[in-house]
């Protein structure tokens, strides 16, 4: 998203060709602890960087989301389900009850929500983004969010409703993850989706401040680059929002640092392997990794200055990530998108799905106070968050920038929700 933008390469290393990625599952059931009692089952599951996550022109930034191919997702292992190849019939990903379940939601995203409005913003136009929605929350039983009961609202980064970007099939995909984790998380909120018409810094960030500036008091960013020079100033012009939480996904390249998760003022997300187990909470997390290319990102910001809140003694600057959630393609969230594909279901991975998902806890909490800074809470309420202990996205010198471990690390923050608690002020 910068205007010149030739540090870019260093991080699209993992879908210069848009490649496959494979990984080998070995898991219990899933969908509910109360189906963790199927048989362990091996599948190969395959997936794909969607066509956003390769910068369209030189100075822009990129998506952070991967689409399932091919192979039994976990969760239709855990339905016993067997779908025929390419079958986009019926959902194959995680659905709400089960993003609920799995971080203590389910109290909340009964009652509360209502009133706040959650933002997403993207780059360029999906034409059947509002129909798409419909389509995903009528499928899960969630209440009609439409342009005509004033639920949900489409608007360019002018604010206009008529004069909307070119339409592009690769952000399509991303516009749908990201509406449909919002909705999965917080069902009784507003939706408001603001496209940039393109995917450079100063558009996004003008459609960052428009967001703000039409109310919404939670705005997700599901995209990144490379750090640079320039970021501190990006921080000024269109990050800096007190009594908003603004999240950004943590990177999708395995370890190292990518901005706008390296600004000081947002929340940056990591990602999780989500997965059934025998334990009280029903579910179990690991740091996403499927290769020395693909994973979560973390690191600690070359640029960006140390929030006071951040106490973490390795990085003197500004250390990626402060939560995180569900992001590995292989343990994906269901998605429903019908704009440049075959219309459908379709499971997502990447840590695109896992900023509204914290956007969406967040507008569970309820409204920031005027003043404060939402990227904060986390690190004042640590013991109301799932620690993550185990796994790593890369090799590093200092071990918890890219190794979980207890309490905080890189790769996962704090941890992932365990109900509202560590997102309220």
């Not at 190969?44 to 100075?59: N, Q, R, S, Y």
């Not at 569900?326 to 900023?355: I, K």
Request: with cysteine; proline share 5%; aromatic share 8%.
């Amino acid at each position: 998203m910068r205007t010149n933008f030739p540090h870019i390469r260093l991080r699209w290393r993992r879908i210069g060709s848009v490649a496959v990625a494979t990984a080998a599952l070995v898991l219990a059931g899933l969908g509910t602890a109360a189906q963790s009692d199927a048989a362990p089952v091996s599948t190969k599951v395959t997936w794909a960087a969607t066509p956003c996550a390769t910068p369209k022109k030189t100075g822009e930034l990129a998506c952070n989301s991967l689409r399932v191919t091919g192979g039994v997702t976990a969760y239709e292992k855990a339905q016993g389900i067997t779908p025929k190849a390419a079958d986009a019939s019926t959902p194959s990903g995680y659905g709400p009850s089960n993003l609920q379940s799995a971080y203590g939601l389910t109290s909340a995203a009964a009652s509360n929500g209502s009133g706040e409005t959650i933002a997403i913003v993207d780059a360029y136009n999906d034409p059947n983004a509002e129909a798409d929605l419909a389509t995903y929350r009528s499928y899960y039983g969630l209440s009609a969010c439409t342009t005509a009961n004033g639920c949900f609202k489409k608007v360019s980064q002018t604010g206009s409703t008529t004069s909307l970007p070119s339409s592009d099939s690769g952000w399509a995909e991303e516009i749908s993850l990201d509406l449909d984790m919002a909705s999965a998380i917080c069902p009784n909120c507003n939706i408001l989706l603001v496209e940039a018409k393109s995917a450079t810094m100063a558009n996004l960030g003008t459609a960052v401040n428009e967001a703000v500036t039409l109310g919404a008091k939670y705005v997700s960013n599901s995209y990144g680059g490379s750090e640079s020079s320039s970021d501190t100033s990006y921080d000024t012009s269109y990050f800096n929002h007190p009594g908003v939480a603004i999240t950004v996904s943590a990177g999708d390249a395995d370890y190292g640092a990518e901005y706008p998760a390296a600004s000081r003022y947002v929340t940056s997300v990591g990602g999780t392997k989500l997965s059934t187990s025998s334990t009280t909470r029903g579910w179990t997390e690991t740091v996403w990794k499927t290769s020395s290319t693909e994973g979560t990102g973390s690191g600690c910001s070359s640029y960006d200055a140390k929030p006071s809140w951040q106490t973490d003694t390795g990085c003197t600057k500004r250390m990626i990530a402060d939560v995180s959630a569900v992001a590995d393609p292989a343990t994906g969230v269901s998605v429903y998108d019908s704009y440049g594909v075959t219309a459908g279901w379709y499971t997502f991975g990447g840590t695109s799905a896992s900023s509204p998902i914290i956007a969406g806890v967040y507008a569970l909490a309820g409204t920031p106070s005027s003043g404060s800074y939402p990227a904060s809470f986390p690190y004042a309420h640590t013991s109301a968050l799932n620690d993550v202990t185990s796994g790593n996205n890369g090799t590093c010198s200092t071990s918890y920038f890219c190794t979980a471990g207890t309490g905080y690390d890189g790769p996962t923050g704090w941890g992932t929700p365990a109900g509202v608690t560590a997102f309220t002020g």
